[in-house]
């Protein structure tokens, strides 16, 4: 598992790449979620997709992204996947 | 309380009922009578068709229409069956066979359409542990493949043979790789630069398919398609095309040299459950395909209308998908979808049909009126449609 400081910047510099495509000024918060609160495009999401693994020079397969509904979900990801690199 | 399925589809029809009532309904146009390639009529209306896929007018070929009339006569309308159990009649193998020679390949199989062709190869080849690599801005057959496969999914950059090699030098060693592109990608009609892509994919030792739906015919010495035409052909594992443009029927196939090609009629679920093509389709498609391996001149031809429509758009100042023309496929972009709509709508009042295009069918969030050439074209009918988007442009305040 990753450590919780880990997991708090994993979060915040996720934040981060999303600010460009927060069109609607949301405050993100943990449980905030892509469709429902920032209301993505699927297209805008699989930028956003790309911008995260270019961050952390990751692969996020497109047949991931169903289970990932949340900021806080992604992030948790992102830790899994670079933990098993 | 029950759930009515059709309430998800509220947004859309929300969209639809919203179109502007001033103008006509692009999902509904009805082609009351084709009289050529080129010309159909639309609202009582004759119109220039400048929004097909019927690059070579192979679909008025007498020579194919008279081959499918004969094939109606001795094989009758249908085969009433899936190729590997009834539907398999002499012509499917002699299409295979004129398909070898065309591609110079060991192998093809032809499918009842280029979408299953994708859903079939695509999702068949790549299993569980593997991983698909495709273009961003694929078409959405390579998608919904993608979706029925097994495999890991990932997307790169558009045309971007660097966001390629990022992406495949991430992946895991020891499993198999799939890169997919598309020779000229059908929305903005851009080649895709298959060299860098292709040295790329070999590097990272992944197979490669190279979808020439829109490049068949006319790149190419002999109309093998953007493969052909910028020498990789031998390294291109497997090609995937469609009989729905350039051969001017319906269809679509995969040939490869793979030596194990041919087992895929065993376990290839698009191929094996699905009915054959009618035997005049495939007696067309036949006669079109050995066509085209000798039409060099058609093919300049339709180059020629295509650069002229390309350069007589730009020249008024339209923003357009390509700086040059790259494919027979020139897009227009308007900004707003409601001008978009307003437009399309004048051009085909004014007699010219082109498709119109809106996200999230198209890239980059783009509103499109995409043109479409046609080697019957003759150079006035191009300079009519360029003359009615010259004065719909001004009228609309796009240029
Ligand atoms: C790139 C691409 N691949 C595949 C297809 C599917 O072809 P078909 O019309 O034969 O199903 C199309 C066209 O619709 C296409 O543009």
Redesign the interface.
């Known amino acids: 598992m990753a450590s919780d400081a880990n997991a708090t910047n994993t979060f915040e510099t996720i934040v981060g790449l999303i600010e460009p495509f927060n069109r609607k000024n949301v405050t993100i918060t943990p449980d905030t979620t892509f469709q429902g609160d920032l209301d993505l495009d699927s297209l805008t999401v699989m930028d956003l997709v790309a911008a995260i693994e270019d961050e952390y020079d990751i692969l996020i397969p497109l047949n991931m992204l169903p289970d990932l509904e949340t900021v806080q979900q992604v992030a948790d990801a992102v830790d899994k996947i670079n933990q098993e690199k | 309380m029950s759930i009515d399925l059709f309430d998800k589809f509220d947004p859309i029809i929300q969209r639809r009922d919203q179109l502007p009532k001033e103008a006509e309904n692009p999902f509904a146009v009805q082609m009351e009578k084709v009289l050529s390639q080129t010309v159909a009529i639309i609202n009582g209306r004759e119109t220039i068709l400048c929004g097909t896929n019927n690059y070579m007018g192979q679909t008025f070929d007498q020579e194919a229409m008279d081959a499918a009339k004969e094939a109606v006569d001795n094989f009758g309308t249908g085969t009433t069956g899936s190729r590997v159990l009834n539907g398999t009649y002499n012509s499917h193998i002699e299409l295979e066979d004129a398909l070898k020679e065309f591609y110079g390949t060991e192998h093809a199989m032809v499918f009842s359409t280029g979408y299953l062709a994708n859903l079939g190869i695509i999702s068949t080849l790549a299993g569980r542990d593997d991983?698909i690599i495709i273009d961003?801005d694929s078409h959405a057959s390579i998608y919904d493949a993608?979706q029925m496969g097994q495999?890991?999914?990932?997307?790169f950059?558009h045309n971007s043979a660097e966001d390629l090699e990022?992406?495949l030098r991430?992946?895991p060693e020891n499993v198999g790789k799939l890169v997919i592109v598309e020779g000229i990608y059908s929305m903005l009609g851009d080649e895709a630069p298959l060299p860098e892509l292709v040295a790329v994919s070999k590097k990272f030792g992944a197979s490669i398919i190279v979808d020439e739906a829109h490049s068949m015919g006319f790149c190419g010495e002999t109309g093998r398609g953007v493969a052909q035409a910028q020498g990789v052909e031998k390294d291109v594992d497997f090609i995937i095309g469609t009989f729905s443009k350039s051969v001017g029927t319906v269809g679509g196939f995969c040939v490869s040299n793979h030596p194990k090609f041919d087992v895929l009629r065993l376990v290839c679920r698009p191929y094996m459950f699905t009915a054959s093509l009618p035997p005049s389709v495939v007696a067309s498609a036949k006669t079109s395909v050995k066509q085209l391996m000798h039409a060099g001149n058609r093919a300049a031809v339709l180059w020629e209308n295509s650069r002229a429509l390309h350069k007589g758009l730009k020249d008024a100042g339209f923003k357009l998908g390509t700086d040059k023309a790259e494919s027979p496929i020139t897009a227009v972009c308007i900004d707003s979808d409601e001008v978009c709509t307003f437009f399309w709508s004048e051009l085909l009042r004014s007699g010219v049909y082109v498709n119109m295009a809106l996200?999230?069918a198209t890239p980059s969030?783009l509103n499109l009126l995409r043109c479409s050439v046609c080697a019957s074209h003759t150079p006035e009918q191009i300079q009519t449609v360029v003359a009615t988007f010259i004065e719909i442009g001004k009228k609309l305040d796009v240029i």
């Open positions: 991983y961003a993608c495999a890991n999914i990932v997307r950059k990022k992406r991430r992946l996200p999230p969030g």
